[in-house]
T-cell receptor, first 120, second 114 residues
Framework: GAVVSQHPSWVICKSGTSVKIECRSLDFQATTMFWYRQFPKQSLMLMAT?????????EQGVEKDKFLINHASLTLSTLTVTSAHPEDSSFYICSPNQRGGYPRSYNEQFFGPGTRLTVL | AQTVTQSQPEMSVQEAETVTLSCTYD???????LFWYKQPPSRQMILVIR??????QNATENRFSVNFQKAAKSFSLKISDSQLGDAAMYFC???????????FGTGTSLTVIP
């Protein structure tokens, strides 16, 4: 199956600093990237959707200036949490999408292993 | 927007027994996909099974099978011969055929009792 990597897998930072999370699709091209946030024992909450070379579309309530998403290539997307605060502590998951083909164009969806962010 | 409901926050099953996890969804679309994902303590999302709405036959993957009732908008997951490694959070998810966005349920935490 397809391989998706996220780096770092966990990070601890001080309040006010910025943290960049990288998501790479190692053996396929991701036409669309989804970024999710997951609090303990809760479901995945979609933060934003991005297509390669385009600006990300953010879900309602997600601050686009705080969560900067860059999808510069078909194999790399980054999420930067700017001026992080303790309430930003969460588990962040990227989910790239691979376009399918014949006979039915099914877009396979994959998930990265996640990044645990702790803001002190 | 589509909604996915999992009414069982927690379930438990004896090892080697069978358990069924429930999922209902709401949509006005006729063509879509339904999924069950497993999230073990490692937090990695693992695809368990996928069902295409246009297919009447229920999907099966080894010990995992679904009961897809399109008219009732129900999509339950049956795990047979439960194993300790099946213990995890299970999420039901919906995806339209015209878009890529997933809609997740709130999850069911499955405990397997030795």
């Amino acid at each position: 199956g397809a391989v998706v990597s996220q780096h770092p897998s966990w990070v601890i930072c001080k309040s006010g600093t910025s943290v960049k999370i990288e998501c790479r699709s190692l053996d396929f091209q991701a036409t669309t990237m989804f970024w999710y946030r997951q609090f303990p024992k809760q479901s995945l909450m979609l933060m934003a959707t991005s297509n390669e070379g385009s600006k990300a579309t953010y879900e309602q309530g997600v601050e686009k200036d705080k969560f900067l998403i860059n999808h510069a290539s078909l194999t790399l997307s980054t999420l930067t949490v700017t001026s992080a605060h303790p309430e930003d502590s969460s588990f962040y998951i990227c989910s790239p999408n691979q376009r399918g083909g014949y006979p039915r164009s099914y877009n396979e969806q994959f998930f990265g292993p996640g990044t645990r962010l702790t803001v002190l | 927007a589509q909604t996915v409901t999992q009414s069982q926050p927690e379930m438990s099953v004896q090892e080697a027994e069978t358990v069924t996890l429930s999922c209902t969804y709401d949509t006005s679309e006729s063509d879509y996909y339904l999924f069950w994902y497993k999230q073990p303590p490692s937090r990695q999302m693992i695809l368990v099974i996928r069902q295409e709405a246009y297919k009447q036959q229920n999907a099966t993957e080894n010990r995992f099978s679904v009961n897809f009732q399109k008219a009732a908008k129900s999509f339950s997951l049956k795990i047979s011969d439960s194993q300790l490694g099946d213990a995890a959070m299970y999420f039901c998810a919906y995806r339209s055929n015209t878009g890529n966005q997933f809609y997740f349920g709130t999850g069911t935490s499955l405990t397997v009792i030795p």
